[in-house]
Nanobody
Framework: QVQLVESGGGLVQPGGSLRLSCAAS????????MRWYRQAPGKERELVAA????????SYADSVKGRFTISRDNAKNTVYLQMTSLKPEDTAVYYC?????????WGQGTQVTVSS
């Protein structure tokens, strides 16, 4: 049974930091490209960060470059999103995504709220 379980969301003040985790199970994690998406109320889901293969280069949305870092630990079947210098516009539900060939899996999402 494939599972992607996000954790680490919450309420944080502007300028603060959070680290999201996504624990994967039920598939060969190290074969999959891992991505973080987010969706704010009334907006479309957008790609935030991507790690196609372990040790490869990462890519980021322009809005989060220099503030967010994606990483993965294949030994733990987990992908992370370190978020720093958070802004109110980062408020959204954050989703973990795993993709390989025709297989495309999503987590249930974790809420991140940036507010004073």
């Amino acid at each position: 049974q494939v599972q992607l379980v996000e954790s680490g969301g919450g309420l944080v003040q502007p300028g603060g930091s959070l680290r999201l985790s996504c624990a994967a199970s039920g598939f060969t994690f190290n074969s999959y490209a891992m991505r973080w998406y987010r969706q704010a109320p009334g907006k479309e889901r957008e790609l935030v960060a991507a790690n196609v293969i372990a040790g490869g280069s990462n890519s980021y949305a322009d809005s989060v470059k220099g503030r967010f870092t994606i990483s993965r630990d294949n030994a733990k079947n987990t992908v992370y999103l370190q978020m720093t210098s958070l802004k109110p516009e980062d408020t959204a539900v954050y989703y973990c995504n795993a993709r390989f060939w025709k297989y495309d899996y999503w987590g249930q999402g974790t809420q991140v709220t940036v507010s004073s």
